[in-house]
């Protein structure tokens, strides 16, 4: 995390050498957890999965933008909506768009939990009824809202339209139409601001922990995706790009 070490050499160049490098290093701890432990910034409440980072380029706010997704095989390009919803919204929203996909749905379980990867590994799962599905992941609710090591995409190929929840926990909508999902982002008081920035754009941190991988592990039974199941590929990120 090169924010961190900058974060470090900061503090001691700011010190003026009244500090000596151990209290200086004290204080830059002590300066770090309260930026880790920070959760609202205005009316926005971060979930636990992710900060930003030290430098705070990029505040974290309500809204969402649109962008286009290039295949890099094909060039094919798919428009995008791009959200961030505040915690005490988020994962409502996120099982409205989700309603919005169909009566039976493919599911893209995302995993970063093991650090001898790089990128994420995907579990596919083909073909669930949307009852199971989101009975299922309201039980999840505070691992998929909280967890930074872990996301998820449910998609219907037929339309083709897909919502991804990513482990940044942004909101992420492909496909024609997207009037739909942009209307249920206004209900719920998330508006268009095409020149928002969001988290993953700036350097941010992820948070874990063995607990919720445990977690992890018992929705990816309960889903169906044994570690042998699904697409099992390692990705970085996406195919393409968003442009």
């Known amino acids: 995390m090169d924010f961190l070490n ?4 900061n503090v001691f ?18 300066d770090l957890s309260r930026h880790l432990e920070k959760s609202y910034y205005g009316d926005f409440q971060l979930t636990d999965a992710v900060r930003p980072g030290l430098d705070l380029k990029i505040t974290p706010v309500q809204g969402y ?17 791009m959200a961030a919803a505040s915690k005490e919204i988020l994962f409502s929203v996120f099982m ?46 505070n691992l998929l809202t909280n967890d930074g090591c872990t996301g998820i995409a449910v ?17 992420i909508m492909y496909g024609s139409p997207l009037e739909p999902f942009e209307h249920i982002l206004e209900q719920n008081g998330i508006y268009c601001n095409e020149n928002i920035r969001f988290i993953t754009e700036s350097e941010h941190v992820h948070s874990s922990s ?7 592990e018992c929705l990816q039974t309960e889903l169906g995706l044994d570690s042998q199941s699904g697409a099992g590929r390692q990705e970085e990120d996406f195919d393409g790009e968003l442009l």
């Open 96 to 141: 409205q768009l989700v309603n919005r996909l169909g009566p039976s749905v493919d599911v893209v379980l995302e995993t970063s939990h093991n650090h001898d990867t790089t990128g994420h590994i995907d579990l596919y799962r083909e073909q669930i009824d949307m009852p199971v599905l989101t009975s299922t992941l309201w039980e999840y609710e």
């Open 155 to 171: 998609l219907n190929p037929k339309t083709p339209q897909e919502v991804q929840f990513d482990e940044h926990k942004l909101l």
């Open 210 to 216: 063995e607990a919720m991988f445990q977690t992890f």
């Open 13 to 30: 160049q700011q010190s003026g050498n009244f500090l000596t490098p151990q209290q200086t290093t004290e204080k830059a701890s002590k």
């Open 6 to 9: 900058q974060f470090f050499e």
């Open 65 to 81: 933008r649109h962008d286009v997704y290039v295949d890099e095989e094909s060039g094919a390009k798919v428009p995008v909506i």
